[in-house]
């Protein structure tokens, strides 16, 4: 049976306001700017959740009524919870209601939507950790499958999530590792025998969440009967299709006027007319399908621009500052032991602080303008070095013995 898989990526950032030298050692609330401007988190996760969460999630909702067959995927970042269940508690239950129908699977992820992986092993498994925790209380599911932020991806990293007990993990389908073969079937990772790769068709995916209202694009205007129609010619080449998008893709990157709604109530019931198509959660593709080959990617792999690599986060001088001397913290903050102070640190992990400090131009620095709330990508770095300086005012090295260290790891 050939099936479709759909995942959806659920995160909003706790962002930087603009910190200015002058607030250094006199104000410690980095997250918080009470202006009307884009850096509001508050202001700016409630229009997400009116324009996208809310009525995305009522369209999924009427759409598991009506078609048994119908299923997908979320992954949450933890700050977006931490902020839903601080300002939106409604949204939680809204999302939770899904869940509760038993078709929607919660991947595993880190908490803090960081790249900790790449520079300390410790904290990353710390923060897998606890986003696990909270995936059990909230929506009741122990994660199977494993979602890394940015969809990064190596060799290691699979070795890693294989080890940690995951059965799946997923990875951008790009033709720079795949070669000629096709994202539409399972790989084994590199050095692993038992975890399974899914691999993002992103050529269908990106139909939706980048091209869908892009009227100079040849495959414009797009409705549900001729996406299905890409979708099921892979029929014979594949075990399943893979769509893996941001859950902001419906109603706030693409707005309601573009059709996006009508597109999303459609496209289910128009693949499930061929006889031999169904939906699967990932751990159903993973424990209905075998693999097919073994695929080795010994470089960071991710699902951003052209290069499919960490340039978007790690690329230029001022990003490679930051993320360098913020990860050099990692002792001194632990060793603290003030539980404010390291959540704060943690905050400052989000990838989305170097993704603002990207300098990418032409194709891909449109892209790049449109998340970044900031004027540029100097004001961002400025901004998360001076509240850089600020937390390390804070902290001061303390003396604490082996034992009290490894308690304070778990923090």
């Known amino acids: 049976m050939f099936s479709v898989c759909l995942y959806f990526h659920i995160h909003q950032p706790y962002r930087i306001k603009r910190y200015r030298v ?16 884009d850096l509001n988190n508050k202001r700016v ?4 959740v009116q324009k996208s969460y809310l009525p995305t999630n009522d369209v999924l909702f009427h759409l598991l009524k009506k078609h048994p067959e119908f299923r997908f995927a979320f992954s949450f970042s933890g700050v977006l ?12 239950d809204s999302f939770k209601q899904l869940v509760d129908t038993g078709r929607v699977e919660i991947m595993g992820d880190t908490h803090h939507h960081s790249l900790a992986f790449f520079y300390s092993r410790q904290e990353f498994g710390r923060q897998v950790r606890r986003h696990r925790k909270i995936m059990k209380r909230i929506f009741g599911q122990a994660p199977r499958v494993f979602r890394h932020t940015e969809l990064a991806y190596n060799n290691e990293l699979a070795r890693w999530a294989e080890e940690n007990g995951y059965m799946g993990i997923m990875a951008e389908g790009w ?27 992103y050529r269908l ?26 979708v099921l010619a892979h029929h014979g080449n594949g075990q399943t299709v893979n769509l893996f998008m941001d859950y902001e893709t419906f109603g706030e990157h693409q707005w309601e006027d573009t059709g996006i709604f009508e597109f999303l109530k459609s496209m289910p019931g128009e693949l499930l007319k061929h006889p031999h198509t169904t939906f699967k959660t990932p751990i159903e593709v993973v424990e209905s399908n075998e693999t097919v080959g073994v695929i080795d990617v010994p470089h960071i792999l991710t699902w951003a621009d052209t290069e499919r690599d960490l340039t978007a ?59 970044n709330p900031y004027d540029s990508p100097y004001d961002a770095h400025i901004s998360f070095m001076n509240t ?24």
């Open 22 to 37: 002058f607030d250094v050692g006199v104000d410690h609330n980095y997250f918080n700017d009470s202006s009307e401007s």
């Open 205 to 230: 995916s990106d139909d939706i969440a980048f091209r869908f209202s892009e009227r100079s694009w040849s495959g414009w205007p797009l409705d549900a009967k001729k996406f299905a129609k890409w």
């Open 313 to 371: 986060w790690t690329g230029n001088d001022m990003q490679k500052a930051s993320i360098g001397a913020l990860y050099a913290l990692e002792d001194d903050m632990l060793a603290s032991g003030d539980s404010g102070l390291i959540e704060d640190w943690r905050r400052l992990q989000t990838s989305d602080h170097f993704y603002y400090m990207c300098t990418k131009w032409f194709a891909d620095g449109d892209v790049h303008a449109y998340f």
């Open 175 to 201: 033709e720079g590792v795949l070669g000629w073969r096709s994202p539409n079937f399972l790989y084994q990772p590199q050095g692993c025998s038992k975890i399974k790769v899914l691999l993002k068709n």
């Open 81 to 92: 919870l931490d902020q839903l269940e601080e300002d939106f508690p409604e949204v939680i």
């Open 388 to 411: 850089l300086a600020d937390l390390k005012l804070r902290v001061a090295p303390r003396g604490h013995s082996k034992k009290k260290r490894k308690q304070l790891a778990l923090v």
């Open 45 to 48: 996760l409630a229009k997400v």
